[in-house]
């Protein structure tokens, strides 16, 4: 099992320790670092300011926004991070939600499977640098039929430093799941639980199923979760530390009528949970929605406890189908989770 580390995104401002457990990271030995982005922060310029001084691990955006940069403009971003970093950029990519993707970047939401498609068709032609670059789908038009009409289909200046950079997707649908197989490199979900490991590896062989011979083989495939991971003196008091941000993402993301990350823990068993969560959050309450997330429910999405017990619990998502572990943790207890976690 590969463990990474994960900065998030920022709140009020950078999280503190952030770039000393990036260092950190990389000189014990993790296998990647990764980012993240919402409506504040950007993923891409704290990757690669912390990064820079870096020199092995591989630097991870999870996720980057599809909606807040064209695909063109995405695939820049990583040819550039790549050949900065040596060849050690993955880019994870995601819908985000109608929310966030409607209210602040102004672009609809619809058919987000089908705008995936497109999206990762017109990055891997950048990056493949093989003509200069065409595209007529339902979502993208390249070049733009209309404007100016004085479009010109270019070609990157920049050669790719890997034609074949890894792209990674964000799902946690059944859907979503299926489509990461087919067409990236690797798939990012959070929220997830080895309990439920069975219908995972379905859904990405349903995927793996239409994959196209000509990309990366099968058994490359990452599966790249996040998961919170709290040291804590009892399971109790770890459990606590996890509970507001399970209550932040079952009611406060997304509306009403769409919440992945609702949906997400709603299969794991715990609909009836959401729902109080939920309606506590909507009542401005965050302390009694918090409260209300069992500690059965934090067990199964997060490792928690004293050092020996996270060790044990690793053993479960070791027989997962997760390649590698994203630990989302405080900078400040990267080293000593990490020390429990290999014994």
């Known amino acids: ?6 900065t ?3 709140a009020a401002g950078p999280p503190p320790g952030a770039a000393e457990a990036v260092a950190a990271a990389d000189e014990l030995g993790l296998d990647s670092v990764w980012t993240a982005e919402s409506y504040g922060s950007d993923a891409f310029t704290p990757l690669a300011w912390w990064g820079a001084g870096t020199e092995r691990v591989r630097l991870g955006t999870g996720i980057a926004q599809m909606s807040a940069r064209t695909p063109a403009a995405a695939a820049m971003t990583a040819l550039t991070l790549d050949h900065l970093s040596g060849g050690r950029f993955v880019l994870g990519l995601g819908a985000s939600g109608p929310q966030v993707v409607e209210g602040w970047y102004g672009q609809p939401y619809p058919r987000p499977l089908e705008r995936t498609r497109e999206y990762l068709a017109i990055v891997r032609q ?5 003509a ?3 595209f007529s789908g339902k979502h993208f038009v ?13 070609r990157s200046t920049v050669h ?14 059944p859907r979503n799941t299926a489509l990461a197989a087919e067409i990236a490199d690797g798939w990012l979900p959070a929220f997830i639980s080895p309990a439920l490991d069975a219908g995972y590896r379905q859904n990405l062989a349903d995927g793996f199923a239409r994959r196209d011979p000509a990309r990366s083989p099968v058994e490359e495939f990452e599966v790249s979760a996040s998961v ?14 996890v509970r507001p941000h399970l209550a932040l993402y079952i009611g406060g993301m997304g509306s009403e009528n769409t919440n992945f990350h609702r949906a997400a823990i709603e299969r794991l068993g715990y609909a009836q949970v959401c729902a109080e969560v939920q309606a506590k959050y909507a009542a401005k309450d965050k302390q009694a929605a918090a409260a209300a997330i069992p500690t059965e429910l934090v067990q199964q999405v997060a490792l928690v406890g004293p050092p020996e017990a996270l060790r044990a619990q690793l053993a479960t998502w070791e027989a997962s189908c997760v390649t590698t572990l994203i630990l989302q943790t405080d900078p400040r207890m990267l080293a000593p989770i990490v020390t429990a976690l290999r014994g």
């Open 160 to 173: 790719p430093l890997r034609a074949d950079l890894p792209i990674h997707l964000a799902a946690q649908g």
């Open 132 to 134: 200069p670059v065409t």
């Open 126 to 130: 950048v990056l493949a640098r093989e």
């Open 142 to 154: 390249l070049p733009y039929d209309g404007g100016a009409h004085q479009g010109k289909a270019l």
């Open 228 to 241: 919170p991971a709290v040291i804590g003196p009892d399971l109790e008091s770890a459990a606590d530390a």
């Open 1 to 6: 099992m590969r463990i990474g580390f994960h």
């Open 8 to 10: 998030g995104y920022w």
